[in-house]
């Protein structure tokens, strides 16, 4: 927790408090899980996208990559967030939507998506709206990099089956908290 500016942790609780559902957290993402998921971006990608920023731990680690700011789109929810995230990390392109309405909005041809929307919780038509959102924008076998907290993957059966995703896990991020499993998936050729 000491690791997140006490503005950014208090504005973190503060929305979880109004928005529960959506936010699913007490406190943003830990350094060592954000590193996971960044990892999976390089300097050279042309453009890549964050979905369900909050206020931006994951972002951080990802332009710490050497991608520079231009070519990271950022989708989030949540207003509150996303006026603090354009103050944060100038030069990014800040969408107050929900990831599902990505379609036609930022830079296409991503080369790699991760996300902190928390997917496992949501009925299989909303997995499906983002997932089909995202391979939309995507790249082909661009990975879609997705956190989570429990023992199954954060996308169901079915949906992994209707988009034909195959999944790599990390290892357990016990240094998270709640400890965290960072999922890489991608669409089979
Ligand atoms: C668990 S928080 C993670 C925040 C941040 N990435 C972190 O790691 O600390 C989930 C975030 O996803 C956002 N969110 C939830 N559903 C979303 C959706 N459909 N599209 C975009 N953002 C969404 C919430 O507003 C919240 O900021």
Redesign the pocket.
């Known amino acids: 927790m000491l690791e997140v500016a006490l503005s950014d942790l208090s504005l973190f609780l503060g929305q979880f408090l109004r928005r529960p559902s959506?936010?699913?957290?007490l406190v943003?993402?830990g350094r060592a899980a954000a590193r996971e998921m960044a990892r999976h971006v390089r300097p050279e990608m042309e453009a890549v996208a964050e979905?369900?920023?909050?206020?931006g731990?994951?972002t951080k680690a990802i332009l710490a990559r050497g991608l520079p700011p231009e070519r990271l789109e950022l989708?989030?929810?949540?207003a509150a967030?996303c006026g603090r995230l354009r103050e944060l990390f100038p030069g990014t392109h800040v969408h107050n939507l929900?990831?599902?309405e990505m379609v036609n909005v930022g830079r296409k041809d991503l080369d790699a998506v991760i996300s902190?929307?928390?997917t496992l919780p949501l009925p299989d038509e909303i997995q499906s709206a983002?997932l089909g959102a995202a391979l939309k924008m995507m790249k082909p076998g661009a990975p879609f990099v997705q956190i989570t907290y429990g023992p199954l993957p954060p996308l169901s059966d079915a949906v992994r089956a209707r988009f034909g995703l195959s999944h790599q896990k990390s290892r357990r991020i016990w240094a998270n908290f709640p400890p965290a499993s960072i999922y890489v998936f991608r669409q089979l050729g």
């Open positions: 959506e936010i699913r957290s943003p993402t979905i369900g920023v909050g206020t731990t994951i989708y989030e929810l949540n967030f929900p990831a599902q902190c929307v928390p983002i």
